[in-house]
């Protein structure tokens, strides 16, 4: 449990700092957030969020209303300062050349708290970065005048999975990896007041690179079946079959292929490893290469269809696209393989009827409801294994299954 006297200033109100802001909050801190959109930060204080994530309204509602969250567009003197800031990547000029990481806003967030770091203080770093990044925020502080002899600075990497981020945020295990020896130990101690998990100390660069390893050993994972399943699309074999059979082998457990990678952080952060490391790195860049090139190729499996349709029946088919999220169960379309796929195809002239139960309305593509569009639909493309599809009748329809639904 938290100490009601001490006060924590969490920086960025995004998908990880509004839960991890709220979840202090319920858990005994005085909080207070800092964004910079406004809107954002007008919606928290009135005990409201934007964010598409179970609980999390409840969490930052309960905390507002007890008066432990405030949030305003500029940081305030806390004990602890967490910076949840994003890290994109900046795309690459050169087709050839990977796409480099974006760290400017953790030096902007690093720069705007400095003012009110005093001697005793904690930072912390959540966002995902490349090795290197703990101490480069270390160094902003002491330029801008703090005396960072005097504090603790730590990297403490987050690991949760969208939609299950309030229960995540407490079991989950962490890694806290300080600047030096006292900062893992006093940051470790604050970590294990509010999480269930164990916190395991360490150091900076090594916590660094422990959050990039571990998205892009799910990445160089799942590119494998993705790869599998082109290999076996050209050689008429069904992956899903191919894969349960070879998973009977004790020591083998390949994963199931999609319609690509997408989200903000497994089709983003292996890339912090190739930028840093372009020569060694080779596996890790062919995984990001195979994994993103699934969605052209599904989308090309897709008009193949069509065209095969057209010819049989002398008239262009009507595609139900199911699913645009970036994964099942979710609403969030960041980066999602599945929408680039429907933006493709309309693109190019097809009758498409997009379907997506998470998500109310979206302004750039038309959704139809889950039955009209299967109702019309000649070709059915199911792109995410969504639970809504789980029942579905699809017998008299052509179905292109890139999920695995109708095998589960
Ligand atoms: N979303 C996830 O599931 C997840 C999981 C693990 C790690 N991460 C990492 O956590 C970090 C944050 O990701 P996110 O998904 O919460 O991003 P997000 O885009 O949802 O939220 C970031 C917030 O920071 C605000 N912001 C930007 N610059 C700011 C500044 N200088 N001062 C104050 N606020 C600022 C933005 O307005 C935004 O509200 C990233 O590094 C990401 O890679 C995310």
Partial sequence: MGDSSVNV??????????????LLACSGYQVHGVDVDELAVANINQGKIRIDEPDLDSFVWSAVNRGTLTASTQPVLADIFI????????GSEVASEPPRPNIDYVLAAATSIAPYVLPGNM????STSPVGTTHVVAKILLECGVDIESISVAYCPERVLPGKIMTELVQNDRIVGGINAEST????????TFIKGAVYGTDCKTAEMAKLVENSYRDVNIAFANELSMICAESGIDVWNL???ANRHPRVKILQPGAGVGGHCIAVDPWFIVDQSVALARLIRTAREVNDSKPTWVAKQIQNEAAKFEASYGRTPVVACLGLTFKPDIGDLRESPSWSIVEELLEKGFDIRAVEPNVAAHPQIRLTPLLEAVAEADIVAVLVRHKQFRELNLSSKVVL????LTRA
Avoid: N, W
């Fill in 9 to 22: 200033c969490v920086v960025g109100l995004g998908y990880i700092g509004l839960p991890t802001a709220s």
């Fill in 83 to 90: 910076l949840c800031v994003p890290t994109p990547f900046h």
């Fill in 123 to 126: 930072v912390i770093l959540e």
């Fill in 185 to 192: 130990v006093r940051i470790k101690a604050f970590y294990e």
């Fill in 243 to 245: 894969i349960d059979l």
């Fill in 401 to 404: 299954d890139y999920c695995g």
